[in-house]
């Protein structure tokens, strides 16, 4: 049974930091990539960053660039997502994914999500 479970989530200050992190179990993904999205309220859901397993480039939106960081671990199959400068506006549900691309519609595996909450 495939699993992606992401943990780290919380409520942080505005400025802050917090590391999400996504545990994978059930298969390999070695050929696909690893995505983190998010969904806000009344939004819809909007890619964030993605990393290939094989070769680790990444890839990120505009809105998180220089500020999030995406790495992954393959001795451990977890994926990171570190988030520095949070702003109010990066409030969301993040979830991870395994697929390919920078669209929901091509993840076909998916977490359960984890809610991040940037107080101002």
């Known amino acids: 049974q495939v699993q992606l479970v992401e943990s780290g989530g919380g409520l942080v200050q505005a400025g802050g930091s917090l590391r999400l992190s996504c545990s994978v179990s059930?298969?390999?993904?070695?050929?696909?990539?690893m995505g983190w999205f998010r969904q806000a309220p009344g939004k819809e859901r909007e890619f964030v960053a993605r990393?290939?397993?094989?070769?680790?480039?990444?890839y990120y939106a505009d809105s998180v660039k220089g500020r999030f960081t995406i790495s992954r671990d393959n001795a451990r199959y977890r994926v990171y997502l570190q988030m520095n400068s949070l702003k109010p506006e990066d409030t969301a549900v993040y979830y991870c994914?395994?697929?390919?691309?920078?669209?929901?519609?091509?993840?076909?595996?998916r977490g359960q999500g984890t809610q991040v909450t940037v107080s101002s």
């Open positions: 059930g298969r390999t993904f070695s050929g696909y990539s």
């Open positions: 990393i290939t397993w094989s070769s680790g480039a990444t």
């Open positions: 994914a395994a697929g390919y691309g920078s669209t929901w519609s091509q993840y076909a595996y």
